[in-house]
Nanobody, 122 residues
């Protein structure tokens, strides 16, 4: 069992930066694949980024590649998403996700946080 709590969302101007954090509890965290998804108003939840349980492998959606960086600190049970050069189209609720498999499909995620809102103004 893994419980996830996101933080760090907020309002930022286009071109700005934000760092999201996801605090996890539960013994399974250090062996879990972790990721971030986002859901814009009126749209489906989509993959943003993923990181392996040791942090050695990462993946990104094409829309954020080169701007976002995912990392994790297993000693602190925390996953981060550093977001730079933010655009208005990055506006969404960002969800932390955890699972036992390397997947970018929301339907295959085992655990979800409640989300944190990121709003990018133009």
């Amino acid at each position: 069992q893994v419980q996830l709590v996101e933080s760090g969302g907020g309002l930022v101007q286009a071109g700005g930066s934000l760092t999201l954090s996801c605090a996890a509890s539960g013994r399974a965290f250090s062996s879990a694949v972790m990721g971030w998804f986002r859901q814009a108003p009126g749209k489906e939840r989509v993959f943003v980024s993923i990181i392996s349980w040791r942090g050695g492998s990462t993946g990104y959606a094409d829309s954020v590649k080169g701007r976002f960086t995912i990392s994790r600190d297993n000693a602190k049970n925390t996953v981060f998403l550093q977001m730079n050069s933010l655009k208005p189209e990055d506006t969404a609720v960002y969800y932390c996700a955890a699972g036992s498999s390397w997947t970018i499909q929301p339907k295959d995620i085992d655990y979800w946080g409640k989300g944190t809102l990121v709003t990018v103004s133009s």
